[in-house]
């Protein structure tokens, strides 16, 4: 199956610092990417979608001056949080669609664990 | 508002059958997700319903019913290694934007 992969897989950082996630499909075109979010034992929520070339649409609730979304190509998708807080600390996830010959999915990367300090 | 409701926690023993029930309401419907998630990784999709009826996939099968809102995933033959968090989640857009219910957690007992 097609593989996203995300970068670093762990990080800690300082309080007021910015840490900069990336996401990349390895072996397709993502158009569209999604981040989410996710607390211990909760489910995931929906950050943003991010799409190729243009801004990304963030859910309601969530600021878009501190978590910049930028897809600069079709396989790269990034997620910085600026001025981390210790409320930011959580398992961040991001998700890329593909819609080539074999049908529509959706493909999770691992996962980035960030801890704020 | 959205709203996916599944149950918190499943236990079963090794070798029996489970069913997930899945409810949602949301302001958009193209599709429903079942994702299954250890714990501290990323989901890892399991099944995709669009159209009512049974999806067979091995050992999982998952199930729609369009009009009531309705779905389940059906675990059989429960090795250890399907515990895990069970995640429900529906596209509400074109987009392939997904929400999710809070998941199921199954415990599987020897």
């Known amino acids: 199956g097609a593989v996203v992969s995300q970068h670093p897989s762990r990080v800690i950082c300082k309080s007021g610092t910015s840490v900069k996630i990336e996401c990349r499909s390895l072996d397709f075109q993502a158009t569209t990417m999604f981040w989410y979010r996710q607390f211990p034992k909760k489910s995931l929520m929906l950050m943003a979608t991010s799409n190729e070339g243009s801004k990304a649409t963030y859910e309601q609730g969530v600021e878009k001056d501190k978590f910049l979304i930028n897809h600069a190509s079709l396989t790269l998708s990034t997620l910085t949080v600026t001025s981390a807080h210790p409320e930011d600390s959580s398992f961040y996830i991001c998700?890329?669609?593909?819609?080539?010959?074999?049908?529509?999915?959706?493909?999770f990367g691992p996962g980035t664990r960030l801890t704020v300090t | 508002g959205q709203n996916i409701d599944q149950p918190t926690e499943m236990t079963a023993t090794e070798g029996a059958i489970v069913q997930i029930n899945c409810t949602y309401q949301?302001?958009?419907?193209?599709?429903l997700f079942w994702y299954q998630q250890h714990a501290g990784e990323a989901p890892t999709f399991l099944s995709y319903n669009v159209l009512d009826g049974l999806e067979e996939k091995g050992r999982f099968s998952s199930f729609l019913s369009r009009s009531k809102g309705y779905s389940y995933l059906l675990l059989k033959e429960l090795q250890m290694k399907d515990s895990a968090s069970y995640l429900c989640a529906v596209a509400t857009d074109s987009w392939g934007k997904l929400q999710f219910g809070a998941g199921t957690q199954v415990v599987v007992t020897p």
């Open positions: 949301t302001s958009g419907f193209n599709g």
């Open positions: 998700s890329a669609r593909d819609q080539g010959i074999g049908g529509d999915e959706q493909y």
